[in-house]
């Protein structure tokens, strides 16, 4: 879902999220390295994207993950 950029100031289409970065790390040979934005972002929402990245089953940002086809973690 786009939305608003608040550091450039730009309409983010978001066509390219955290699936996908992890999908072109693999398929060039590369170790996904992920950080938060403390800068706009939340402590709940780093913990939420944490959650999505690392946990195996529990929780439901990992039940997110699983939903969108990727059973194991991401990184």
Request: with cysteine; aromatic share 14%; proline share 4%.
């Amino acid at each position: 879902m786009p939305f608003f950029d608040k550091a450039w100031r730009v309409e983010e289409p978001n066509l390219f999220g955290t699936d996908e970065f992890v999908a072109f790390c693999r398929s060039i040979g590369a170790e996904p390295y992920i950080c938060t934005n403390a800068g706009t972002g939340t402590a709940e929402e780093m913990s939420n994207w944490i959650e999505y990245c690392n946990l195996k089953d529990e929780g439901k940002y990992a039940k997110m993950r699983q939903e969108n086809g990727h059973k194991s973690h991401l990184t």
